[in-house]
């Protein structure tokens, strides 16, 4: 009788410590399930730095939140989605405050020498001229096909992604989700992206949940939002699919048929550095992203020197940049606007044209860093 009564005390007090145990440790923090990146068989612009408070709630699947679940009617209704293919897949993905955050810091915020110095540096012209050595018959395809030289699509490739090296880690599904429900500044534009992204996933018959791209849900070599693959990429191989993540053939030609049709001039200048005289070129300095109207002949009568060869006929617009030991003015062409067409950004646009000039120099040969360059292109850090 005695043992029986020990042996009922221990078995209460085991059960007793076991359940007390339970009740103080910590609630487990669900996780995203894991998916293997895999690279899939665009570039409407980064949107500019906002900052806009999170209501981001990473623990919570996306489909047990009522906006995402009245998205996904709209996308059934106005798409014919299957409705349950969509709750399952935004069942298993998460909204990540890390790129609210990420949208209030972009490298658009620092002065002109600092933004420069990240894309025009030796490391990018010779990862530039080894991409081109590479991709060679697609490049001359592409220039045969748009008109568009291969270093300015090569510059592309190297800003945005360092030639393939870095296409984004975040699931463009989850980036896109995110800011079209938990950044309200720009969600109209990334609830538009998201719908492009779904339609795009299925024509191309791509799991949603497995493309990896960047914060803002730019994708492949180039960076392509959803909505610029739609419109602009191209299977350059004719293999009978679009792949920006591991063909770089097909990165080639969507990246040149975006600069033809957004309005690409084959054979016509990028820009030139500039000198200013007096006082009148300040009314002129371009803060907005407009094709240029004033000619050459007209700004030179207004103190606004090329230091370049330039036609006087051809039309420009004024630029003035943050040098590190003062003002800097360049005159940019159609095609620099042209260039602002892949991301809203005169520094942007600046970058991908010195970044360019410095690989094609390279690449043929004619010059190193430092040797028989012009002087704003051989400053390199």
């Known amino acids: 009788m005695k043992s029986w009564y020990f042996s009922f005390f ?153 030639y393939g090296a870095n296409m984004g880690k975040y699931r463009v599904l989850e980036a896109l989700a995110t800011l079209a429900f938990d950044y309200p500044r720009r969600a109209a534009y990334f609830r538009k992206e998201l719908e492009s992204f779904l339609v795009m996933t299925r024509a191309e018959g791509i799991n949603p949940l497995t493309p990896r791209g960047s914060y803002a849900g730019a994708m492949g070599f180039g960076q392509f939002m959803p909505s610029s693959f739609q419109n602009y990429a191209v299977d350059f191989d004719s293999d009978g699919h679009r792949d920006l993540w591991r063909d770089p053939r097909d990165a080639v030609g969507s990246v040149a048929n ?40 007209s700004l030179r009568g207004q103190g606004i020197v090329p230091l370049e060869p330039v036609n006087g006929s051809q039309a420009a617009m004024l630029l003035e940049y943050e040098g590190r030991d003062g003002p800097e003015y360049w005159l940019g062409f159609d095609n620099f606007y042209v260039i602002t067409r892949y991301n809203r950004s005169q520094m942007y646009a600046l970058a991908v044209y010195q970044l360019s000039q410095a690989i094609a120099a390279q690449y043929s040969g004619s010059a190193r860093i430092g040797e028989r360059l012009p002087e704003w292109l051989a400053r390199v850090d």
């Open 10 to 162: 221990y078995r209460i007090l085991l059960l007793s410590v076991t359940l007390l145990a339970a009740a103080c440790a910590p609630e487990p923090i669900r996780q995203p399930p894991a998916v293997p990146i895999t690279p899939m068989p665009n570039a409407a612009p980064l949107p500019e730095s906002e900052t806009a408070a999170s209501t981001a709630r990473p623990g919570q699947p996306l489909g047990s939140r009522a906006d995402v679940q009245a998205f996904i009617r709209e996308m059934v209704s106005k798409y014919g989605f299957n409705a349950a293919q969509l709750q399952t897949v935004f069942r298993q993905a998460y909204a990540q405050p890390s790129i609210i955050a990420a949208m209030s810091k972009p490298a658009e915020a620092k002065p002109w020498y600092a933004y420069r110095s990240i894309f025009v540096n030796p490391k990018r012209i010779q990862g530039g001229v080894a991409f081109w050595r590479a991709n060679a018959a697609a490049l001359a395809e592409a220039e045969r096909t748009y008109g568009v030289p291969p270093e300015f699509v090569v510059a592309i490739i190297g800003v945005e992604t360092q």
């Open 258 to 297: 975006y600069f033809k049709k957004n309005g690409w001039r084959t054979g016509e200048p990028v820009a030139t550095p500039a000198r200013v005289e007096g006082s009148q070129y300040r009314q002129l300095i371009s803060s907005q992203l407009r094709p240029p109207k004033d000619s050459i002949a």
